[in-house]
Each structure stands twice: as structure tokens, then as C-alpha cells.
């Protein structure tokens, strides 16, 4: 599999809400920086705050592709997001950041090694 499709796959995984498609996309040690700046270390920990997010139906994305490269068996796709979701009282927020996903090859596989989300203004 190619960089980019392992790229799409992991995001249509995301966007489907497809906790076992995500899985599948993980490294065993990935880590996750969240918005608040929270870091997540494991693919347990990763999991369960997916399992809790995709269960949630009010959120939607849009991902303007910003930057990929390919250095060996890494691999790094940056992305510009337009998140929108209701708050806890029902109302309507969007947000604006970017998305920046490390995915390292092992044998022919490419693995999510590293999300890294920063808000943008």
C-alpha cells in the first residue's frame, strides 16, 4: 500500500466513524495530542476516546489537504480542518485547525505513529 492510500484510508475510517477500520490504521504506540494540548499515549487510550467521539452523530469535518511527504518509512500528510459539532446545550460551534498525522511503514503496511492537532485562528 502507498502513503496516500493508507492517508485516506485512516480518514475515511475517521469520517465513517469506523472504530475497527480506524484500528486497523493504528501502531501499537501511537500518540494523539488533542486541541486542549491533552496527550494520549497507546492504542487503548487512542481507541476509546475514537469510541466515544464516533458515537457521537452531531460532528462533521472538512479537510483541505496542506502539505505530504515521504522521508523513508515515515510519512507525514498536514491537514486544514473545518470541524462543526453541537455543544452540550444543542447549540452549533465550529472550529478551525490543523490536522497533522505521522504514519510510519512497517513491513508493507504504513501505521498512524502520530495525530497531532493544533487550533488555528
Keep these: 500500500m502507498q502513503f496516500a492510500e ?10 465513517g466513524r469506523d472504530l475497527a477500520g480506524y484500528q486497523a ?4 504506540d501511537v500518540s494523539l495530542i488533542m486541541l486542549d494540548g491533552r496527550l494520549l499515549t ?15 452523530p452531531d460532528w462533521s469535518w472538512s479537510l ?9 518509512d515515515t510519512g507525514v500528510a498536514v491537514f486544514a480542518v473545518e470541524y462543526r459539532d453541537l455543544d452540550a446545550d444543542g447549540r452549533p460551534y465550529e ?19 502520530h495525530d497531532q492537532n493544533t487550533r488555528t485562528s
Design 6 to 15: 493508507a492517508v485516506d484510508r485512516h480518514l475515511a475510517a475517521v469520517t
Design 42 to 56: 497507546g492504542r487503548d487510550a487512542v481507541l476509546d476516546l475514537h469510541r466515544a467521539w464516533f458515537g457521537d
Design 95 to 113: 472550529l478551525a485547525y490543523s490536522l497533522g498525522l505521522t504514519f510510519v511503514r512497517v513491513d508493507a503496511a504504513w501505521l498512524l505513529l
Design 64 to 72: 483541505t489537504p496542506l502539505w505530504s511527504t515521504v522521508a523513508g
Design 25 to 28: 490504521t493504528l501502531h501499537p
